[in-house]
């Protein structure tokens, strides 16, 4: 049974820090891209970056680029997505998620950050930026 769960959201000042961690079970993340999604209030989910399963790629949402950064432990079968220089309308609930078996979405930026591309997530954590 594929399983995804999130953790590391909290409470943080305006430019703080967070890294949060998505540990996977019932499959290997080295098999799989990796995506973060976040939903804020009243608004749709968006893309937030994504790890590639075929060559390690990285893709990020123009709104968090060079402040975010993802990677994979592949050991512990655990993506991390650190976040820098935190902005309050970086608050929101976090998710990741994973495609179905043969599928990768992370070919190219548009399909990488696309909900539709994935079909396992996890319960969330929030995040919220605030003073």
């Known amino acids: 049974q594929v399983q995804l769960v999130e953790s590391g959201g909290g409470l943080v000042q305006p430019g703080g820090s967070l890294r949060l961690s998505c540990t996977t079970s019932?499959?290997?993340?080295?098999?799989?891209?990796i995506g973060w999604f976040r939903q804020a209030p009243g608004k749709e989910r968006e893309g937030v970056s994504c790890?590639?399963?075929?060559?390690?790629?990285?893709y990020f949402a123009e709104s968090v680029k060079g402040r975010f950064t993802i990677s994979r432990d592949n050991a512990k079968n655990t993506v991390y997505l650190q976040m820098n220089r935190l902005k309050p309308e970086d608050t929101a609930v976090y998710y990741c998620a994973a495609p179905r078996a043969g599928h990768d979405p992370g070919y190219g930026l548009a399909s990488a950050l696309n909900q539709y591309e994935y079909k396992y997530w996890g319960q969330g954590t929030q995040v919220t930026v605030s003073s």
């Open positions: 019932g499959f290997t993340t080295e098999n799989y891209s």
């Open positions: 790890i590639s399963l075929a060559d390690g790629s990285t």
